[in-house]
């Protein structure tokens, strides 16, 4: 069986999630991000938001061809040039944070 883009993309979102949860409740706040997926007709929208709350933002971009990971630029659309490839955030979730800075180059 061949993984794809989108079951790697929801294992990383359980990785996270789960991650997050704990480290909120380990230091004792009661508000932690949690993410979802929104499937496009050529990225999944990672969307992020807070456990306790309606609001939302978007996370990153990723293609479902290629699993390349982006950016956002705006709520419909992707920032130009890859920032990762989704296997590598999935094998390293410690590079991801809930503020999506891993997605900017310097």
């Known amino acids: ?3 794809t883009p ?3 993309t ?3 979102i359980k990785q996270l999630n789960n ?3 704990v480290d909120a409740i380990e230091s004792g706040h009661h508000d932690y991000h949690q993410l ?3 499937w496009g007709r050529k ?3 990672i ?3 807070y456990a306790h709350s309606n609001g939302r933002s978007v996370y990153m971009f990723v293609d479902k061809v290629n699993g390349f990971c982006y950016k956002p630029a705006s709520w419909k659309s992707p920032a130009k040039g890859v920032r990762y490839d989704i296997h590598t955030l999935v094998n390293s979730p410690e590079i991801c944070d809930p503020y999506g800075s891993f997605l900017y180059t310097y």
Do not use: A, E
């Open 19 to 21: 991650r997050w949860k």
């Open 47 to 49: 969307r992020q938001h």
């Open 43 to 45: 990225y999944l929208k």
């Open 1 to 3: 069986m061949t993984l």
């Open 36 to 38: 979802d997926v929104v």
């Open 6 to 8: 989108l079951s790697y």
């Open 10 to 12: 929801l294992t990383l």
